[in-house]
């Protein structure tokens, strides 16, 4: 997958939806924004990014600065981090939050899904019909990978531990891919993602945009198919900021 590519489509989608919105919607799965904050929060998001890429070094998140026209500001934080993805070689050595994959190219991907995230958050606080945001299968796939290897132990670290009490199977019915999550190792510790061919004792099934979007908190579980409680306990948990 061309992560940089999917980031370029998605930054356009984002402004697209950017420019329909008079700022004051509210953001429905982020309580207490409205679209001008996500506008300032996803550009601001952008800097930071393009400036640690471009110095190697860890950085502060700066204040959202910006002029009169919000998505043009957004459309140029957008243009300036593809500019110093492009500028750097994925495997250069670059810091990152989840101190995993310290390389350039862990920010394709994360941005890309910071785009893709929010992206929904836009179409939803303007209401626009699902069946023009949805998230292509494979894309959603990678970012159900994404939430379990870098965001599990991130919240962790967060004192919000992923509700992890048995081994869950979570299954995309249209990829055919499946991720075995095991319980902490250790006081402390994140749930360990474990090799698919050992057995489970839950299992949570559905599309992988479900998997995806319900574990971004952005869709209700309901869309999901558990066959116990451990399953339901873990996405109505902390799973993601």
């Known amino acids: 997958m061309d992560h940089l590519l999917e980031l370029g489509s998605g930054m356009a989608r984002f402004t697209e939806l950017a420019s329909r919105a008079t700022g004051d919607e509210p ?8 679209t001008r904050d996500l506008i300032q929060h996803l550009g601001t998001i952008h800097r930071w990014a393009g400036a640690i890429v471009l110095s190697g070094q860890r950085q502060d998140l700066p204040k959202p600065i910006y002029g009169e026209d919000l998505v043009e500001w957004y459309a140029g934080t957008a243009a300036a981090l593809l ?7 994925v495997d250069e050595p670059t810091p990152n939050f989840s101190l995993i994959d310290e390389k350039a190219g862990f920010f394709h991907r994360r941005q890309m899904h910071e785009v893709i995230v929010h992206t929904v958050d836009a179409a939803q606080a303007l209401g626009v019909p699902e069946d023009e945001w949805r998230i292509a299968p494979l894309l959603a796939a990678d970012g159900v990978e994404e939430v379990l ?27 055919g891919q499946s991720w075995l999550m095991g319980p902490a190792e250790g006081a402390g510790l994140p749930p360990v993602l474990l090799h698919s061919s ?22 209700p579980m309901d869309r999901l198919t558990f066959d116990n409680e451990d399953g339901r306990a873990l996405f109505d948990g902390h799973t993601t900021p």
Not at 83 to 89: E, F, I, N, R
Not at 198 to 217: R, S
Request: aromatic share 10%; proline share 6%; net charge positive.
């Open 198 to 219: 050992f057995d489970a004792d839950t299992t949570v099934e559905g599309k992988a945009a479900d998997l995806y979007l319900a574990l971004w908190h952005r869709v």
């Open 83 to 89: 500019a110093a993805l492009q500028a750097v070689d």
């Open 27 to 34: 953001v429905p799965n982020c309580p207490d924004w409205t």
């Open 149 to 175: 290897r870098v965001f599990f132990p991130r919240m962790t670290a967060r004192g919000k531990r992923p509700n992890v009490q048995s081994r869950i199977r979570l299954t995309a019915t249209d990829t």
